[in-house]
């Protein structure tokens, strides 16, 4: 590919500030949890176990962020979302450090209690934590070049798409658990924000369709 074609292409932005605060605000946040589950549960198992659900919500509520932030800054163009369009690549960072710290806590958790995940969670969820790796890992110009922006797409929309679905998979089995382990509105929450995200996604999408299709008539 050429240079000037690399600069053309939208993943790629030269010159980026890496904003540092993003991933020490994502490490504090993580502190609290961990302080905050303790101060309420104890130093124990119920402890870990809600450090393990914090932590979950929390690498959620980024990852829905980093979900709907292109469509946000198309559908409702701003200097916020704008902002959080261009920086998607360090938000999308942040979210795999908060989500290897669930990571962390779980298997803290399962040491704990002397237990081992179930064979398809570990697959689910396993596949999941290799799709993150490898999102985080080629979230740079470099391998942006070196896949080129159709493979690095294809990529990042798969294990986006991905994660997306196994998030909806633990939220909408709690919605649907006769006994959810914390009331049902916090299921029906994060729920109802990961639709959102995919709606306001398929929306901008259709968007782009018609303007495409409207300038091949014009
Ligand atoms: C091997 C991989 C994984 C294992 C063994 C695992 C295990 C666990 C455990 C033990 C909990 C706490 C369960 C409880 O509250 O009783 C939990 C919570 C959660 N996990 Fe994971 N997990 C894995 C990967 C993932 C991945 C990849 C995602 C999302 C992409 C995810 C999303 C969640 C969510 C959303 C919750 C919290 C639900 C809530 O709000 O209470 N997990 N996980």
Do not use: C
Request: charged fraction near 15%.
């Amino acid at each position: 590919m050429s240079g000037q074609a690399i600069r053309n292409d939208p993943t790629f932005r030269p010159g980026r500030q890496i904003p540092w605060w993003l991933f020490a605000a994502v490490l504090g946040v993580a502190a609290a949890i961990a302080a905050g589950s303790i101060a309420l549960q104890g130093a124990n198992e119920e402890g870990l176990l809600h450090i393990t659900r914090y932590t979950a919500r929390f690498a959620f509520l980024i990852f829905v962020v980093v979900f709907a932030a292109g469509a946000l800054a198309q559908l409702f163009p701003s200097d916020t979302t704008r902002w959080l369009k261009r920086h998607r690549r360090y938000l999308g960072l942040s979210f795999a450090l908060a989500h290897f710290i669930h990571l962390g806590a779980l298997t803290s958790w399962f040491v704990a209690i002397g237990e081992m995940p179930e064979t398809v969670t570990i697959i689910g969820g396993g596949l999941a934590y290799i799709f993150i790796a490898l999102l985080a890992l080629t979230s740079n110009d470099w391998s942006v070049r070196k896949l080129g922006p159709k493979v690095w797409r294809r990529l990042h929309l798969t294990g986006v798409a991905y994660v997306w679905l196994i998030f909806m998979n633990s939220y909408l089995g709690r919605l649907a658990s006769e006994t959810p382990p914390e009331p049902r509105v916090i299921f029906a929450i994060t729920a109802g924000l990961g639709f959102l995200a995919l709606g306001l996604r398929i929306t901008a999408w259709a968007a782009r369709r018609r303007s495409r299709s409207r300038a091949l008539v014009g």
